[in-house]
């Protein structure tokens, strides 16, 4: 089962009774003080000796992670962080990733051991923000064997051009390395149809994605144009031909 489904804790420190309909009651074996989770709890983790992540359900579609800290002299629990989303993933034992779905900057990742988050996904083609560059972006996680491991290798990323009046079907497609969120393959361009091999750092993915950005809207709006110009015959001309 995925992680922060389940209860999960070091049993030698505490111990959690409860359940999801009545919520859970946090009590520490040696200093015999407590802490109550209320909520629709799915699932509860301890990170470190006193700090947990508690994943509950706050309405229908929407979730919460949240991440507090208990301290057993003071009796009293503080909470370190919190997050509202519709999905999360575990891309690595440390990093979660919360929205990879949602339209073009959504995605936010999470690192437990720091307890920050970063939009490292949001400034893989260029320092500024993507959405500077794109239309959209859809994020696939790949597993070597995706029934047993925890964790994905890889993202796959497309990423897709405004071309607008007319969608052109502009894409840039990478697979980007879990860790290092650089990319591990030739990434191909649908505008060019040509693979990109970077390894030679001859280009970067930044050029190749502002210069697709640059012609998909110039195409878009050239095509646009030419297959909405009104090429009818007037009647005279076409009396004219007679």
Not at 149 to 167: G, I, K, M, R, W
Not at 170 to 193: C, E, G, H, W
Request: glycine content about 2%; hydrophobic content about 35%; some cysteine.
């Amino acid at each position: 089962m995925s992680r922060l489904y389940e209860i999960s804790y070091n049993d030698n420190q505490w111990n959690i009774t409860g359940s999801r309909d009545t919520g859970y009651t946090l009590i520490h074996r040696i200093a015999l003080v407590s802490c109550k989770i209320s909520g629709d709890i799915i699932g509860i983790e301890q990170v470190t000796d006193d700090e947990f992540l508690v994943y509950r359900r706050i309405m229908r579609d929407e979730w919460q992670i949240i991440r507090f800290k208990f301290d057993i002299l003071k009796d009293k629990a503080y909470q370190l962080y919190r997050k509202e989303f519709r999905k999360f993933n575990f891309l690595t034992e440390d990093l979660i990733i919360f929205n990879k779905d949602a339209h073009v900057l959504g995605a936010t990742l999470y690192s437990i051991s720091k307890n920050a988050e970063y939009d490292t996904l949001n400034h893989i083609l260029s320092s500024e923000s993507d959405c500077r560059l794109i239309k959209d972006r859809r994020i696939t996680l790949l597993y070597e064997n995706p029934e047993e491991d925890e964790y994905p290798t890889a993202l796959y990323v497309e990423y897709q051009f405004n071309s607008y009046p007319l969608n052109i079907c502009a894409y840039l497609q990478v697979v980007l390395d879990v860790n290092t969120f650089k990319p591990i393959y030739p990434v191909y361009s649908t505008l060019r149809d040509k693979y990109f091999d970077l390894s030679d750092e001859s280009i970067t993915l930044g050029q190749i994605a502002r210069e697709d950005s640059y012609y998909a809207n110039r195409i878009g709006n050239f095509l646009s144009a030419f297959y909405s110009e009104d090429s009818r015959k007037d009647l005279e001309e076409l009396r004219s031909t007679k």
